[in-house]
């Protein structure tokens, strides 16, 4: 059975780094594309950040381009989040997820079958 754990976050100040990890396990198939999501309460689910497992493209949300970095290591099936320059904006609970089939959005949730449970980033003023 696939499983998708978060590690890594935490409560930070305005200007400080995290860095999240999520590590996958009982795949059967090849995903195509691993992601991080974030919900602010009360507010919809939200990509943050998408990277093609193959081809190694990342995508970005606007609102997090130049501050987060994803990356992969594709051996250990682990996908990392780089958080700089935190703001208060992001905090939210952060979930990692990934799916096997090709998407034209891979910042969409709806494109992702496997999830993790999450992990909370909180940012402070």
């Known amino acids: 059975q696939a499983r998708l754990v978060e590690s890594g976050g935490g409560s930070v100040q305005t200007g400080g780094s995290l860095r999240l990890s999520c590590q996958a396990s009982?795949?059967?198939?090849?995903?195509?594309?691993m992601a991080w999501f974030r919900q602010a309460p009360g507010k919809v689910r939200e990509g943050v950040a998408a990277?093609?497992?193959?081809?190694?493209?990342?995508y970005y949300a606007d609102s997090v381009k130049g501050r987060f970095t994803i990356s992969q290591d594709n051996a250990e099936k682990t996908v990392h989040l780089q958080m700089n320059s935190l703001k208060p904006e992001d905090t939210a609970m952060y979930y990692c997820a990934a799916t096997a089939e090709w998407t034209s959005a891979p910042l969409n949730p709806s494109a992702y079958g496997y999830w993790g449970q999450g992990t909370q980033v909180t940012v402070s003023s």
């Open positions: 009982g795949y059967t198939f090849s995903s195509k594309y």
């Open positions: 990277v093609g497992t193959r081809s190694w493209i990342a």
